[in-house]
């Protein structure tokens, strides 16, 4: 579950960034802006994909909450 906690927001962070340099006018501001809010998004996917993975492996063992 650690390394998806690494991956998911590097990832979305760094597509966050490619999207926001698409445009040649773009300014620094929103370059960062953009990178902060992909990390963001790809903290809670990793977060989400974790707990899946968890909860699957759980439900396999028999362990039901």
């Known amino acids: ?3 998806r906690l690494i991956f998911w927001p590097l ?12 445009k ?7 370059v960062i802006i953009a990178a902060f809010l ?3 998004i790809g903290f809670a ?5 974790g707990n ?3 909860r699957k ?3 396999s063992d028999g362990v039901r909450r």
């Open 38 to 40: 992909g990390a963001l």
């Open 11 to 22: 990832c979305m962070a760094y597509i966050g960034f490619l999207l926001a340099t698409t």
């Open 57 to 59: 492996a759980h439900l």
């Open 1 to 3: 579950m650690n390394l």
């Open 24 to 30: 040649s006018a773009s300014s620094l501001n929103v």
């Open 52 to 54: 899946r993975a968890h």
């Open 45 to 49: 996917l990793g977060i989400m994909f």
